[in-house]
């Protein structure tokens, strides 16, 4: 059996990956803290459902990503996820195939913190740029 912070992070991940905001969201409080990396187009600390969503605003105007696989992995009282993921730059129209690794931590139901590191920031921060 996997703890709630593997089930938690698997709906995110999941709904995030078939592009369901709504469930997405509804896995996060208001309190909720994501870390993006430092050296990336979007990095930064984005707070709650609405920080999230100036996230993916920030994300969607330089690219269209695609989320190519999902793993996640049970810590206990923490989840990692793998994401296999591709950027569309829409300035170029380039394509960037990447991954990150994401720490969450989980509680009441509820992604509390999100830590996100791509592997290639810098490769993420030069399709941005053309």
């Keep these: ?3 709630e912070a593997a089930e938690v992070v698997n709906k995110f991940l999941g709904a995030f990956a078939a592009g ?13 803290v994501v870390e993006e990396a430092h050296g990336l187009p979007f990095s930064g600390t984005f707070v709650g459902q609405a920080g999230f969503m100036d996230l993916l605003g920030k ?3 330089l690219f269209e990503p695609r989320v190519d696989k999902v793993e996640v992995l049970d810590a206990g009282t923490a989840a990692v996820g793998r994401i296999d993921l591709t950027f569309t730059s829409k300035a170029s129209g380039r394509e960037l ?4 690794v994401e720490v969450y931590r989980v509680s009441g139901g509820k992604i ?8 290639d920031p810098t490769a993420v921060t030069a ?3 053309g």
């Design 20 to 32: 369901d905001v709504e469930t997405a969201l509804s896995c996060f409080s208001e309190e909720t």
């Design 59 to 61: 994300m969607s105007a």
């Design 1 to 3: 059996m996997s703890s």
């Design 112 to 119: 509390t913190h999100a830590d996100v590191y791509y592997k």
């Design 97 to 100: 195939p990447t991954s990150a």
């Design 127 to 129: 399709l941005a740029e």
